[in-house]
């Protein structure tokens, strides 16, 4: 099952320079995307997230950008920062009846160098 | 600011045997769900729970796989007879609205 997909396992930045985050998407059911940031031992937090109605949001650091048609989103972070370091999961949820049930991506790790 | 916690933080347990998870989501949440995440695999779906019951399950939530909401703060997730592939990371989450869902830290289940 492969509905959502973080292709880059990991990804190295160095600090004060941008950080873009993919990922791709299968389902076109899909109508609710959000970034949870993970660190070791943890529970997934809520960073940002976009309805398919808009192609962006955008919070403080972190900017969401939706592109429907090629069922495409990513996640920047501007400037990165040391702390920003953890494992980036995208998920998608479907409105149609399931409460908005999460599928999740495999998870991108985000390295960002001092 | 408001947290989801969940309990214990770690359980070993034998197989077969039974085990509860617990979980204490935002007070004011309307929508309750179990993810669990296998080491190195993805977070997977489990159950989302809304009104007292149960409003969706996945292909993993067998006969085995119970939830409840005994009270109106606890949230729990019991596995009646335990197997060696249910070991992994749970989690709970919760939300006001169904879209945003905010997690707790997890607990690691060790099935023996």
């Known amino acids: 099952d492969q509905q959502v997909k973080q292709n880059s396992p990991s990804l190295s930045v160095q600090e004060g320079r941008i950080s873009i985050l993919n990922c791709d998407y299968t389902n076109s059911m899909f109508d609710y995307f959000l970034w949870y940031k993970k660190y070791p031992a943890e529970g997934p937090t809520f960073l940002i997230s976009i309805s398919s109605i808009k192609d962006k949001n955008e919070d403080g650091r972190f900017t969401v950008f939706l592109n429907k048609s090629a069922k495409h989103l990513s996640l920047h972070i501007v400037p990165s920062q040391p702390g920003d370091s953890a494992v980036y999961f995208c998920?998608?949820?479907?409105?149609?009846?399931?409460?908005?049930?999460?599928?999740f991506g495999k998870g991108t790790l985000l390295t960002v160098n001092p | 600011e408001p947290e989801v916690t969940q309990t214990p933080s770690h359980q070993v347990t034998q197989m077969g045997q039974e085990v509860i998870l617990r979980c204490v989501p935002i007070?004011?949440?309307?929508?309750f769900y179990w993810y669990r995440q296998i080491l190195g695999q993805k977070v997977e779906f489990l159950v989302s729970?809304?009104?007292?019951?149960?409003?969706?399950k996945s292909e993993i939530f067998d006969d085995q796989f119970s939830v409840e909401r005994p009270d109106g703060s606890n949230f729990t997730l019991k596995i009646r007879s335990t197997k060696l592939e249910d070991s992994a990371m749970y989690f709970c989450?919760?939300?006001?609205?169904?879209?945003?869902?905010?997690f707790g830290p997890g607990t690691r289940l060790l099935v023996l």
């Open positions: 007070s004011n949440h309307l929508y």
């Open positions: 729970f809304y009104n007292n019951e149960i409003s969706e």
């Open positions: 989450a919760s939300a006001v609205v169904s879209e945003t869902q905010y």
């Open positions: 998920a998608a949820g479907d409105s149609g009846g399931s409460n908005y049930k999460l599928t």
